[in-house]
């Protein structure tokens, strides 16, 4: 049984980049610039600000590629340095939590009925949650991080994610509410 049965397909290209081969970093950059633009996006929700970040993580990945363990997924890798930056922009920005003075977890509801939404004026509606709120949502939704995982990278406790999470879901069921109801007047 071998020891790392994980293998990075781009390990080649990889591997390159570790010899300093500028053609690998830009082979990379072009794999994962999309992908990791997107999950800054959704984090800072500015343009200017996302192309920043993914710059600067390039950087920092390309700086830092002697770090990388192959045993590990490279993307994942330069996932967690994208979302890091994120994180930091946001808090360059002094960007806070929604304030959290009567803090209570919301009951999720069993509702039976489902209800459809335009998936354009869902992700329009996610980006005029407040940074706190958007943030929680998109570590855990879109990047399918725990709560757990969420609090140590915030600095927050785990309720206080789950708390902001419930939150973000009801102000976004809200906001889309809200459009569908003028859109389909």
Partial sequence: MADNPYTDANAA?????????RRAFYEIYVLYSKAMFSISLRIVNNFAEAEEVLQDSFLKAFD???????KYSF????????????LDALKK???ILVPLDDVHIIQEENNEDEISFDIEII?????????GYRTILSLFVFEDYSHK???????????TSKSQYNRAKKKLIEL????TIVNER
Avoid at 64 to 70: A, H, L
Avoid at 123 to 131: F, I, M, R
């Fill in 13 to 21: 290209i990889i591997e390159r980049c570790k010899k300093g081969d």
């Fill in 64 to 70: 830092k590629i002697g770090t990388y363990d192959p």
């Fill in 75 to 86: 993307g994942a890798w330069l996932k967690r340095i994208v979302i890091n930056g994120s």
């Fill in 93 to 95: 920005r002094r960007s």
């Fill in 123 to 131: 992700k329009k509606c996610v980006t005029e949650l407040p940074d």
């Fill in 149 to 159: 995982q969420i609090a140590e990278m915030l600095g927050i406790s785990e309720g």
């Fill in 176 to 179: 889309v509410t809200q459009k």
